[in-house]
Structures are given as structure tokens and as C-alpha cells.
């Protein structure tokens, strides 16, 4: 396979398995780690600045070939000297003065390599290479240039100087990495099962362009890994006729050529293995499934005794690391991207002397040794976060590990993000408005809920992400629907609101996540609305006296405007003989009620916005002159509620809402005689978008007319709607019960209840009549009022 294919499919399974990042690191540490110089100062102990959930912070900064100016930026550093870099999913190798680090990019479909110089603490990103970087024990990154046969190595350590250039055109050659100044390439032939490995470095002498000997010639390339700048490390196989092979080997770059190497078991290409110089570790299959890890002294040329060191079951993609006598392994890596816990996530390192293990991360993605005997790793770690760990042995011969590049992010689930509005207002945008909530990571679980202050009333929502790129939005487009005290789905009342973010990290490290805010909703008043929802609540009085209260719901998806359950206001409401709803006109902002008794005295029960209402307070006597009262329309165009009444002589009054619950109207004005034709007077609000509230009066015979409002509390004169309409017993204006902005009829008769909505033309006010279930059961529950 070529060396452009064999890239490209690398790099196409790269952006699509997060457990696979980047250019040639499937699923453990990438090929071209190498063993290198770290110029740190290494501590005594864990110590490094906290995480945050903050974003990075790290001065970025492009290098680019020469003859390219790159941009410049100012070192960021955290406290103890911690250098603070951009987001990285793991550490491709490490130089004299610095490391390089790459990041997969998955909503671009690229990987990102990053070089941060640990002395000055300057992130550099590198230009888009479609072979990525690799690097070899020293500060020389390499790259091939796209559409190219021509290899650049940039000094990192000299950023602004020109790179030297290798020129390799075999096609049959395949890039595998990076040894000081020189560059890896591997082949087989398909037919005659002959492979080689080169060694090509720069110049065209002739011994820039060597074949490593002691191969043998049917072996086939696994993988490479510097050791330092001079020598390498090689996994191969060979293909017998009778079984298949494989083989670690140590190569020196020098004489090209293999200086040590042992067999193992069976190891497939994903697995993972380390060197240092007294000792081999490597992952192997067993002959009964699943993987061990061993290690074995060197020398003997694979004589010495393998010996077992942990089962690791299904883990083929474990790291492993060398570190004095110490292996340091992760089983299952990438950690942070998996939907489900185990014990197998941390970066522990166990001593081949005494068996003994010490924990170090809370989990890693990459490790790669350097030649002072340490280890760089990409990991975290829940008490200082996510970045680049330094593991060194201490004074007492154990490992510990040291926070010296951090990425700002905390290894722990956290809440990253609110974005819920101070005020919902949600009269507006179809009655929903959206909530977000953006979690450190998508791999988590939880619920969202949303309770009203006042009432308890509660929404809640689920998310369950299984997605393992980047930080998790949990977002919600809520309906502004609670549930309310009997399980039915209401519209959510206005005021003070909490939510409470509860989630579960789906890998299991750290502790859940539990955050609250608040928020407030606001609703416009509707005329007939007494539990500050913005919906219509309904009034009925049953034989007995009783009054209920249905509150009405009407959503998008519902065609029927339904009850969200009737509630039972109290009795001996049939000392009165005439109820009305007549929206505010105490001025507390809530719908109020005018009730007259036998004597002809009239009560006003204000409205408390929770669904009852304030003791009642006299309004004045002489109302029995009236034979029909109705009120619900803002007739002068003030903002409040007006009443109207006939008296017995056909003459209709204007009474004008003050806002004063003392004295809530008005000395009443005449508006004309004649209106004892009617056997039904409906205030309807505005229903035809005119100045003002409008009204509606049904004849003797059946006939609904419109009366539209001038806006100067009087009339246009009437148009006729049609006939039919003797067949109802009651008739209510109920405001906008369908929430399209426009006033509704509401009827009951013998056979149940309708809507009449609103079109707000007034040749045509009513749409066709919409069955509805809110009084369905009229007759059954022997309601002689409905209001």
C-alpha cells in the first residue's frame, strides 16, 4: 500500500473513532511517540494549579514554513509555574524544548498538532498537513508537504528558520515516523510477501537511503516508536506457511540495523508495547481470548522468561509505559469519551519487583518516554484537571505524577454554560422558549426540572448523551407547560422560577453535577384568567351552588382546548343571581368577578392570581334595575375592563372600570335604548382588531350580532354574524383561548361546550365552531351558570 493511501485511511479512521485520534496513533501511543529531553523541573509531589472549566487560555500562535510570518502571542502561565495550552486529546512526542501535542477536530474532519515551547510557555499551531506530524527525540518535527514528494523538518527550537527538506518519491514507500533527522518508511511486496524498512535522511549521499538489516524478509511493518534520536523501537510480524508470527526489536538508526528483538504471543496491530534500556513490556492475546500484559528483561536476544504482570481482558488498546522498574498502563484509554464506568480507566503503574501499584491519573489518552528515565502522558486527574502530567520516580522509588501543561478543563463532569433567559416571556414565540444548559462533556446523564415558586408546579426533562466529541449542550425547547397539582398539563403561571440541573458523568469519574438558577415568567392578563397562566379559566356554578373552576389549555399539537382539571372554588355562591367575569378592573392585575344577590347588591370578588379570589367587597345597591350584566371588554381603550348593563327598559349602560377596588366604576353613562331585543349580551374583547373591546347580542330568535368598539365606549353599528346561536344556553367571552392573539367565544349548550375562535375580521369574526371538553359533561354535572 502506498504511503498516501495507508494515510489516508489512517487519517479517515481517525476523525471517525475518537478512541482512534489523529495521524498514525490507532488507539495507543502513536507511532511516532518518542523518547526525548522534557526541560521541566520536576516536583516532589502532585502539586499544580486547580483545573477550571475554563476555555484556555494559552497564547496560539501558526508556524509556518519559511517565508510565511507567523503570528505572535504572550505566554500564559497558571500558577506554579503550570503552563496553560489550548484543548488536546493526547501527546504525540516531546523535544528538548517542548512537546508536541495534536487535538481531533471532528466537526472539520482534521486533527489540529500543536508544539507548546515549555520554556517561554508559547503554543504554536501547526499549518493543516494531511500526513500530520511526527517527531523523533529531538526538537525536529517533520512533516510531508500536501501534494508533495517533499518531507519538511522544522526546528522547533528555532521556529522562525527555515525548515531542511527530504524528498522521497517511491510510492511503495510508506511514512512510519521519525527518528532525530532521519525519516522511517516501510514496505511489502503483496506477490513475493518481501518486506523492508529505510532509514532516509537528508542530502543525496549514498548513505542517506538505508535498508535496516536483520529483518527477516517476509516481515511485515507493524509499528515504530523512537527510543531516542539514534535508536528506534519495531513491532513486525512474519508470515510463515504455517502460522503467523510476531516480533519487538530494538534498531539502531546508525548502522541500521537490528540490535536485539524478541518473539511474543500473539498481538495484533492495535496493541501496545514499550522499551527502555534493561527491560521489554508489550500486550498480548491469549490463547483462551482476551489480553495480558507482560514484560521481560532484556537481553539474550529474547531469551529471558516473559512474566505475566495483569489480565487485562478485552483491553487490546492498552498503553504501556516504561518507567525504572515500574510499567505503567491504561487500559482502556480515552476515558473521558465513554458511556459506561470502569475500574480499568486509570493510569496505574505496578513495580515488577514487588508487584506492588501505585494509581497516577484518573484516566490517559497517550504516553511517551523521555530519555531522562519519565514520562509525558495526556491525562487528568479529578483533584487538578485536564493536560500534559510529568511522571517521574520520586526519592522513595515510586512514580508520582506533575501537572505541567493544563488545558483549562476539569476531569470532573461540570457545568460549563447557562443559557436561560432572565425573563420568558411566553406569550411570545408560540407560548416555548428555548433553555440550554452546556455540560463539560457529552457522556453524561440527567434531568433538567423547572418549578414555579408559588405553586410547586414542575416540568422536567431527561437527556441521556451517548456522543463522544467535545462538551455536551443540553438544550430543551420548552412548551411552557407545567404539570399542576392533578397531573394535567397546564399553561405555567407567571413569576419566580427555579431550575435544577441534575447529570451523571456515563463514565463514571467524578462525582454528579447539581446546579440551579432562576428565572422569571412573564404573561400577559387575559380577561379571564385567575390563575396567571395567560389561559382562560372557566366559571360554572352547579344546582347545588357549588362553583368550579376548569382552567383551559390549547397547544399546537392539541386541537381541542381541554381543562387542565376542574377545582372546587367553594360553595353557597347561590345567594347570588347573576356572576360575571369581568377581567381586571380592581387594578391588581388579575381577572376579578362582579356577583349581584337578591337584593340587588353588588359584590366585587377580586382576583389573587392563584385561582381564588379576596374576600368580597360591596360595590353598591340599586344593580336589580339591570336585567343583564357583562363585562370583559376594554371599551375606551384605558387598558382596564368596562362593564355594560340593560336595565329592564331595554337601555344599555357603560360603566368604566377605575382600577380602584373601592370604588371600581365609574358613574355610569347611557348609551342607548332598544337593546331589549336581546336575550344575551357578550363582552368578547377584541375579536375583530378594532380601537377597542367588542360585543356581541343574541336575539330572540336566534341571531348573533357584532357590535364593534369605537374605542370611545360606544358602538359601530351592528353587523349581523348569524343564526342558529338560540341553541345555546350560555355564551363567553373567554379572551384567547387558542392563544393566537385574538378574543374567543366560548359556548355551552345542551349537547357541550365549543369554541368559536377569533378572526379578527368583522364581515367573518368566527371561525367554524371546534368541539371542546371543558364543559362536555355540562348536563351531567347540572351547571345553571357558566361564565
Same mark, same amino acid.
Do not use: C
Given at each position: 500500500m502506498s504511503h498516501d493511501r495507508a494515510a489516508a485511511r489512517r487519517r479517515s479512521t481517525d476523525v471517525a473513532d475518537s478512541a482512534a485520534v489523529g495521524t498514525r496513533v490507532p488507539r495507543r501511543r502513536l507511532a511516532a511517540a518518542v523518547t526525548a529531553v522534557l526541560a521541566v523541573t520536576a516536583g516532589t509531589a502532585l502539586t499544580a494549579a486547580p483545573a477550571t472549566a475554563a476555555a484556555p487560555v494559552a497564547a496560539v500562535t501558526p508556524v509556518v514554513p519559511a517565508g510565511v510570518q507567523a503570528a505572535s502571542g504572550a505566554p500564559t502561565r497558571a500558577k506554579n509555574g503550570v503552563i496553560s495550552i489550548p484543548r488536546t486529546s493526547r501527546i504525540v512526542g516531546a523535544g528538548q524544548s517542548g512537546f508536541l501535542s495534536a487535538d481531533v477536530l471532528a466537526d472539520q474532519q482534521k486533527t489540529v498538532f500543536r508544539w507548546t515551547n515549555t520554556t517561554s510557555g508559547v503554543t504554536t499551531e501547526l499549518p493543516d498537513r494531511y500526513n500530520?506530524?511526527?517527531?523523533?527525540?529531538?526538537?525536529?518535527?517533520?512533516?510531508?508537504?500536501?501534494?508533495?514528494?517533499?518531507?519538511?523538518?522544522?526546528?522547533?527550537?528555532?521556529?522562525?528558520?527555515?525548515?531542511?527538506?527530504?524528498n522521497q518519491s517511491d510510492n511503495g514507500l510508506s511514512w512510519a515516523g521519525t527518528v532525530g533527522r532521519t525519516l522511517v518508511f516501510s514496505s511489502r511486496d503483496a506477490a513475493t510477501r518481501k518486506g523492508q524498512l529505510r532509514l532516509i535522511g537528508e542530502g543525496n549521499q549514498g548513505d542517506s537511503n538505508r535498508q535496516v538489516t536483520g529483518l527477516p524478509a517476509n516481515f511485515g511493518f507493524q509499528s515504530m516508536e523512537p527510543i531516542s534520536a539514534t535508536r528506534m523501537f519495531v513491532?513486525?510480524?512474519?508470515?510463515?506457511?504455517?502460522?503467523d508470527r510476531y516480533y519487538l526489536a530494538v534498531v539502531d538508526v546508525a548502522t541500521a540495523s537490528v540490535v536485539e528483538q524478541r518473539e511474543t504471543a500473539r498481538a495484533p496491530y492495535s496493541v501496545d508495547s514499550a522499551v527502555s534500556d534493561n527491560r521489554w513490556a508489550?500486550?498480548?492475546?491469549?490463547?483462551?481470548?482476551?489480553?495480558?500484559?507482560?514484560?521481560?528483561?532484556?537481553?539474550?536476544?529474547?531469551?529471558?522468561?516473559?512474566?505475566?504482570?495483569a489480565y487485562l481482558g478485552n483491553a487490546n488498546t492498552t498503553h504501556v509505559s516504561l518507567l525504572g522498574d515500574w510499567v505503567a498502563y491504561a487500559p482502556l484509554p480515552y476515558a473521558q469519551n465513554h458511556t459506561s464506568p470502569s475500574e480499568r480507566f486509570v493510569f496505574n503503574a505496578v513495580n515488577v519487583i514487588d508487584k506492588s501499584t501505585v494509581k497516577l491519573l484518573d484516566h490517559a489518552t497517550s504516553a511517551v518516554p523521555t530519555p531522562d528515565g519519565a514520562l509525558l502522558v495526556r491525562?487528568?486527574?479529578?483533584?487538578?484537571?485536564?493536560?500534559?502530567?510529568?511522571?517521574?520516580?520520586?526519592?522513595?522509588?515510586?512514580?508520582?505524577?506533575?501537572?505541567?501543561?493544563?488545558?483549562?478543563?476539569?476531569?470532573?463532569?461540570?457545568?460549563?454554560?447557562?443559557?436561560?433567559?432572565?425573563?420568558?416571556?411566553?406569550?411570545?414565540?408560540?407560548?416555548?422558549?428555548?433553555?440550554?444548559?452546556?455540560?463539560?462533556?457529552?457522556?453524561?446523564?440527567?434531568?433538567v426540572t423547572l418549578r414555579h415558586v408559588r405553586t410547586g408546579q414542575s416540568?422536567?426533562?431527561?437527556?441521556?448523551?451517548?456522543?463522544?466529541?467535545?462538551?455536551?449542550?443540553?438544550?430543551?425547547?420548552?412548551?411552557?407547560?407545567?404539570?399542576?397539582?392533578?397531573?394535567?398539563?397546564?399553561?405555567?403561571?407567571?413569576?419566580?422560577?427555579?431550575?435544577?440541573?441534575?447529570?451523571?458523568?456515563?463514565?463514571?469519574?467524578?462525582?454528579?453535577?447539581?446546579?440551579?438558577?432562576?428565572?422569571?415568567?412573564?404573561?400577559?392578563?387575559?380577561?379571564? !384568567?385567575?390563575?396567571?397562566? &395567560?389561559?382562560? @379559566? %372557566? *366559571? #360554572?356554578? +352547579?344546582?347545588? $351552588?357549588? /362553583? =368550579?373552576?376548569?382552567?383551559?389549555?390549547?397547544?399546537?399539537?392539541?386541537?381541542?382546548?381541554?381543562?387542565?382539571?376542574?377545582?372546587?372554588?367553594?360553595?353557597?355562591?347561590?345567594?347570588?343571581?347573576?356572576?360575571?367575569?369581568?377581567?381586571?378592573?380592581?387594578?391588581?392585575?388579575?381577572a376579578d368577578l362582579v356577583a349581584r344577590d337578591a337584593d340587588g347588591v353588588l359584590w366585587l370578588y377580586e382576583g389573587k392570581g392563584d385561582g381564588n379570589f379576596a374576600a368580597r367587597t360591596k360595590i353598591g345597591?340599586?344593580?336589580?334595575?339591570?336585567?343583564?350584566?357583562?363585562?370583559?371588554? !376594554?371599551?375606551?381603550?384605558? &387598558?382596564?375592563? @368596562? %362593564? *355594560? #348593563?340593560? +336595565?329592564?327598559? $331595554?337601555? /344599555? =349602560?357603560?360603566?368604566?372600570?377605575?382600577?380602584?377596588?373601592?370604588?371600581?366604576?365609574a358613574g355610569r353613562v347611557k348609551l342607548g335604548g332598544g337593546w331589549g331585543i336581546y336575550n344575551q349580551l357578550t363582552a368578547v374583547g377584541d375579536i375583530t382588531a378594532s380601537p377597542a373591546g367588542d360585543l356581541v347580542a343574541r336575539d330572540t330568535s336566534g341571531v348573533l350580532w357584532l357590535y364593534e368598539g369605537k374605542g370611545d365606549g360606544t358602538f359601530s353599528a351592528r353587523t349581523k354574524v348569524g343564526g342558529g346561536w338560540g341553541a345555546f344556553t350560555h355564551l363567553v367571552g373567554v379572551g384567547d383561548a387558542d392563544r393566537d392573539g385574538r378574543g374567543d367565544l366560548y359556548v355551552v349548550g345542551p349537547m357541550g361546550s365549543k369554541l368559536y375562535a377569533g378572526t379578527g375580521a368583522a364581515a367573518t369574526p368566527f371561525k367554524p365552531a371546534v368541539p371542546s371538553s371543558v364543559h362536555s359533561d355540562v348536563a351531567a354535572a347540572g351547571f345553571d351558570s357558566v361564565f
Open positions: 500530520g506530524y511526527s517527531i523523533g527525540g529531538s526538537d525536529i518535527v517533520a512533516t510531508r508537504e500536501n501534494g508533495t514528494s517533499r518531507y519538511a523538518l522544522h526546528d522547533m527550537a528555532s521556529p522562525g528558520s527555515a525548515p531542511k527538506y527530504i513491532r513486525y510480524s512474519v508470515a510463515d506457511a504455517d502460522t508489550w500486550v498480548e492475546g491469549t490463547p483462551g481470548g482476551g489480553y495480558e500484559l507482560k514484560y521481560a528483561d532484556r537481553g539474550g536476544n529474547g531469551t529471558v522468561p516473559t512474566v505475566t504482570l491525562g487528568g486527574t479529578l483533584a487538578q484537571g485536564e493536560g500534559i502530567y510529568r511522571i517521574a520516580l520520586g526519592e522513595n522509588g515510586a512514580p508520582f505524577a506533575t501537572l505541567i501543561a493544563s488545558t483549562g478543563e476539569s476531569t470532573a463532569l461540570t457545568l460549563v454554560k447557562t443559557d436561560v433567559p432572565q425573563v420568558a416571556e411566553l406569550d411570545e414565540n408560540g407560548g416555548a422558549t428555548t433553555l440550554s444548559w452546556t455540560l463539560s462533556r457529552y457522556n453524561a446523564k440527567g434531568t416540568k422536567q426533562f431527561t437527556f441521556d448523551h451517548n456522543t463522544a466529541h467535545g462538551s455536551g449542550p443540553v438544550t430543551f425547547r420548552w412548551d411552557g407547560l407545567l404539570l399542576n397539582a392533578q397531573d394535567y398539563a397546564s399553561l405555567a403561571p407567571s413569576g419566580d422560577y427555579t431550575w435544577e440541573l441534575d447529570a451523571a458523568p456515563l463514565n463514571g469519574i467524578g462525582p454528579d453535577v447539581k446546579e440551579s438558577g432562576t428565572f422569571k415568567v412573564v404573561r400577559a392578563t387575559n380577561m379571564h !384568567d385567575y390563575t396567571d397562566n &395567560g389561559s382562560p @379559566d %372557566l *366559571l #360554572a356554578r +352547579d344546582a347545588s $351552588g357549588v /362553583l =368550579w373552576r376548569d382552567d383551559t389549555v390549547k397547544t399546537p399539537s392539541s386541537a381541542d382546548t381541554y381543562s387542565a382539571g376542574r377545582v372546587r372554588m367553594g360553595g353557597g355562591w347561590q345567594i347570588f343571581n347573576q356572576l360575571e367575569a369581568v377581567g381586571d378592573i380592581a387594578g391588581a392585575g388579575a345597591g340599586g344593580w336589580g334595575i339591570y336585567s343583564r350584566l357583562t363585562g370583559g371588554s !376594554d371599551l375606551d381603550g384605558d &387598558g382596564r375592563s @368596562d %362593564l *355594560l #348593563a340593560t +336595565d329592564t327598559a $331595554g337601555t /344599555l =349602560w357603560f360603566y368604566k372600570a377605575t382600577g380602584n377596588a373601592s370604588a371600581p366604576f
